[in-house]
């Protein structure tokens, strides 16, 4: 029902900026995942598509979730790009409701992207 294509990924220096993109149709809430070699997949920031935005604090004052209802895409915009933001950055989206204290939690997606690496250098 959910269907997802994500776009944007790439390298980029330390300090700069990327902004992903994901078309989302049909969901009521929607997240950004990372996940880097070896290490757990953690939720980055989420929102509500009736509004709503949260962040992993790893993220706050740098990344920004935003959506565009006209196009069902929701974006990640990140700047100050670190090094530690490496990853495959991933797009997931649920259509059932859910409370906010699992909207970072991979367990709660159950339609996924196919996932776009990006690399701070």
């Known amino acids: 029902q959910v269907q997802l294509v994500e776009s944007g990924g790439g390298s980029v220096e330390a300090g700069g900026s990327l902004t992903l993109s994901c078309v989302v149709s049909g969901a009521y809430a929607v997240g950004w995942f990372r996940q880097a070699p070896d290490k757990g997949r953690e939720g980055v920031a989420a929102?509500?598509?009736?509004?709503?935005?949260y962040y992993a604090d790893s993220v706050k004052e740098r990344f920004t979730i935003s959506r565009d209802s006209s196009t069902d895409t929701v974006f990640l915009q990140m700047n100050s790009l670190k090094p530690e933001d490496t990853a495959m950055y991933y797009c997931?989206?649920?259509?059932?409701?859910?409370?906010?204290?699992?909207?970072?939690?991979?367990?709660?997606?159950?339609?996924w992207g196919p996932g776009t690496q990006v690399t701070v250098s």
């Open positions: 997931a989206a649920r259509r059932q409701v859910l409370q906010s204290t699992w909207l970072l939690h991979p367990s709660a997606y159950s339609e």
């Open positions: 929102l509500y598509t009736s509004g709503g935005t």
